[in-house]
């Protein structure tokens, strides 16, 4: 189990979360595309700053996304590891909750 926090709302939450799990879901997301990568509803600000590994989709996605920074992500396309461990996750779009 992975420990770290997601900010909502300028709320701090912990969450707990199985190592794979998909981090759209770990935080109470629900993306208009479904995890799609094609909508940027999920997107998230991981700091300290998450692993760089993005596919071309990602990078189009946040290409046209608002409020991309350098920490940008999609959360639907970020699975949970041990490096997630004491992050912080704020949430971009505070709309699309579940």
Avoid: W
């Avoid at 420990?3 to 794979?20: C, D, H, Q």
């Avoid at 094609?38 to 996304?65: G, M, Q, W, Y």
């Avoid at 590891?81 to 992050?87: I, L």
């Amino acid at each position: 189990m992975i420990t770290f926090y997601s900010e909502k709302n300028g709320v701090k939450e912990k969450v707990e979360a199985n190592i794979g799990d998909n981090l759209m879901f770990a935080i109470g997301i629900l993306g208009d595309c479904g995890g799609e990568c094609i909508c940027s509803t999920c997107h998230v600000h991981i700091t300290p700053e998450h692993n760089r590994n993005f596919t071309e989709d990602e990078k189009f996605t946040l290409d046209i996304a608002d409020n991309v920074e350098y920490n940008s992500r999609l959360s639907c396309q970020v699975l949970v590891d041990e490096t997630m461990q004491d992050k912080t996750v704020r949430i971009i779009n505070n709309e699309i909750l579940y």
